[in-house]
Each structure stands twice: as C-alpha cells, then as structure tokens.
C-alpha cells in the first residue's frame, strides 16, 4: 500500500460485500406524461461499522414533476475496508475522516450501482426512459467525509 510524505495511504484496499436496495417505489399517479419538465434530486449519506470495517454509501434519488417524486430508488453499497487503510482513517476513537477521493469513488460506484437497479426494476415499463445522467461527483462530495458512530 503507496505512502505519501505525510505518512497518509494514497491507495485504500477495499471490496464490495453488500448492495441494499433501501427504498424503490414508482408513484405512477404523481407522473403526468404531457409534463416535460422532469426534476432530479440526489442526497448522499455515508456510515460505518467498526467492528467489521465497513463503510456504506448510499444514493437517494428523486424523478419529480411539480417537486413531486414520482420514482424513488435508494442504495447502499457496503465495503469492506482493509485493516491498514481503516486504522489511518480515524484520528480518534470515536471519529473516522474519509479522504474526499476515496468517498468520491465510493459514491461513483454506488451511483452505478443505484443506475442498474433504476434499469431493472423498470424494465419494460414506460418509467424504462428515465435513466440517471452522468453526475460530477466532484460537486457533491466537496470534501473530506467525518463519520462517528
């Protein structure tokens, strides 16, 4: 594993060991096809768990009309985090920093996962049109991440 001059991980060992899809629900009676105007929300959240190390990303996401959600599909990856890499995160005992790049990549992938899960549970339905754009995750994840238990 790469050390940089101040002694910080430039590379964190990590693997995927669980996707949850948390919330997904087609509010059909809230779209209005005539409608082009579609808004988009996105929220994210992070947790951990100590004693496995893990670290969960979770992506919320919105189609709205009328600030009225008309699909909501939510998903956390878990992963595992190798026991070097989880040691240099926390700076105390009861507070982890996730480096801004690492979350980012985090979240990059819960995105691609949460896009998949959007594809499959429409397929096949006229809702199918509505895919996820590309996001700057760069914009959402502006710096480091402070998770505590």
Not at 21 to 47: M, P
Not at 108 to 134: S, Y
């Amino acid at each position: 594993m790469p050390v940089n001059k101040e002694n910080k991980i430039d590379t964190v060992g990590f693997q995927l060991r669980q996707i949850t899809t948390d919330q997904f629900a087609i509010l059909a009676e809230l779209y209005d096809s005539s409608i082009e105007k579609i808004g988009l929300s996105i929220n994210l959240k992070f947790g951990l768990d100590k004693e496995k190390h893990i670290i969960a990303s979770s992506v919320l996401v919105k189609f709205e009309q009328k600030k009225k959600p008309f699909i909501i599909t939510e998903v956390t990856n878990h992963f595992d985090i190798e026991e070097k890499a989880w040691d240099s995160f926390f700076d105390s005992e009861d507070k982890a920093i996730i480096p801004k790049g690492f979350a980012s990549h985090l979240v990059v992938l819960t995105i691609g996962t949460l896009r998949g899960v959007l594809h499959a549970k429409t397929e096949n339905t006229e809702f199918n049109k509505f895919v996820l754009p590309t996001i700057n995750v760069m914009n959402m994840v502006k710096d480091d991440v402070e998770l505590s238990d």
